[in-house]
């Protein structure tokens, strides 16, 4: 298998004078869970519909395991998706459908059938076989939508925003389900929720305005954008202040009020955030100061909203 | 054949008959049928019961004698436009009265065609219902899948409509031989059908171009039926305006499939296998269009 499981070169869509995708080149890396991350329109629905050909890119190739996606038929089996809004014909029950993606895929009627069931077992569907796709809630058809990705071995796996507009335990099902299938696949996964991006995937790739803006492992991503949000007992003396931002590890500071502010970090890798937090404590400690909070800042929400021109209000507790 | 197409065409026959769609169809293409028959027929049965006539033979004289007046041919030649020795050919030597049938019923084929085959791809485009089939197989597998499943409601129904039909006519009506009755209706059933597949195809091209399965049953019908109005009327206009004779402009009717329909029915071999050959072209013609659209466009 080669060591690129995607490689995207000069990919450009325009759809009439929109331009969705501007010249994308990307390689992405056999056997990582991939995240695909962009704000509204920034083109990955687009790339991952060129990808499978429901798109036709105006410029620009995608290889997927070598083979260009143009040729379908040579890699049929070997890719599969869950698109965000393809539909299931409403007039045939599930599984008929099903069994019939799986005997496109190249399986036999019966293995087709038993292949069938079998995805909808591992989305915990199973009583869902005969009925009809219209019966189904939102969450059950995007389960379904999902097992239909999970049928055979495909070997790259393109999931865009499989948790949107899920409830919390469906959302986290998907998670888990996503992160058990990523053992010897390639998972180029999609989403707006940026902490569930960080949590399982370990390469990401921002795109903005059509554009890739950074490509890397989470770990080059995140710690290059680190940062910790303190609140005090009393002000930021500037001395303190002083001290903490000639520190090697800071990459600035942001005073939020008189008793917040962010502290900016530079990290060379996550092993340095220990680091990091026990020089802030003696820091402050030294100048008498006593932290209320620290709140570890979502670090790729962080790098996402600074590449995307966003503000970041927020993190998580730590 | 790819195995592709057969399976996407089963399942779309499929699809269409648990929606109704096929059905619809079905019934559209049976009720014209047969109201078209009954026409015929019910003369002929009224002949029958109440002119006190005690045979058959005696029944399929008079009829002979009717179909056979200089009435009867003038109009049969007017409907098709073909010559005295075609219409002969039709009312004399074939059983008039299913030559009847058919000539009505070709006119009315390329109208069900488009009602039974408008959705090839255009509903399925709009609800972006073929995702899951591109990711597995190429975009001509789906196009020729959903052509041949349309195709397949057509033959079903009008091989269901003739034999019926041919049924009726040798065991109740009687007036002709079975073995005539059945020659006939077979070739008659290879011309319905072979009109039908330029239509098909019309509608496949049309289907694959637009996003609404309502738009594509528009613009079928309106094309299927506004061709041939215009052409008439072009056709008209020429020959006052240019001072032509009647018949110099018919080669614009050739342009369409709707020029050559009654020549499948034609007793001259050569005629009749050129028609063939124009519905093939004709089939050929939109179907590389349609595929060329389906191909090129985004679904």
Known sequence: MSEIAVRITNLSKKFSRTVALDNVSLNIPARTLYG??????????????????????????????????????????????????????????????????????????????????????????????????????????????LCQAFIGHAEVIFLDEPTAGLDPDNARRIRELVKAYKKDRTIIFSSHNLQEVQQICDHVCILHKGRVMECGTMDHLTSSSFLLRVTLDRPLASAAEGELSAHPLVAGIVREDDLSFQLKLNLENPGQKTDAMKMLYEVLGRHGLFPRSVNEGASLEARFLEITGGKFDGGSSS | MNSHIGLIALYSMRFAMRTGGGIIFIMVLLTVGFSIASLFISPVESLLTKSGVSSAETVAETYRMISTSDTIKGAVAWITGADQAQSTYLITEKPALLSAILLFLLMFIPYTTCLGAFNQTAGDIGNRGFRYLLLRTERRNIFFGRFLGAVSFTVISSIFTMAVVALYLQFKVGIYPGLAIWLWSSQGLLAILALSLPYAALCAWFSAALDSAFGSLA????????????????????????????????????????????????GKIETRSLAYLAMAGFTGLFLWLGLRTFEKRDL
């Open chain 1, 36 to 145: 695909m991350l962009g704000p509204n329109g920034a083109g990955k629905t687009t790339l991952f519909g060129v990808a499978a050909g429901f798109l036709k890119a105006t410029a620009g190739e995608i290889e997927v395991q070598g083979i260009n996606v143009k040729n379908i038929s040579a890699l049929r089996g070997r890719m599969s998706m869950l698109p965000q809004d393809a539909s299931f014909q409403s007039g045939i029950p599930v599984i008929d459908q099903l069994t019939l993606f799986a005997r496109l895929n190249g399986f036999d009627a019966p293995a087709a059938a038993k292949a069938a069931a079998d995805a909808l077992e591992l989305v915990g569907l199973p009583d869902v076989a005969k009925k009809n796709a219209r019966a189904l809630s939102h969450g059950m058809l995007k389960r379904v939508a």
């Open chain 2, 219 to 266: 613009i079928c019908l309106l094309v299927t039926g506004f061709t041939v109005l215009l052409i008439t009327l072009f056709q008209s206009v020429g020959t006052v305006s240019l001072n032509m004779k009647p018949g110099d402009l018919n080669w614009l009717q050739r342009l369409t499939p709707w020029g050559w329909k009654y020549e499948l029915l034609s």
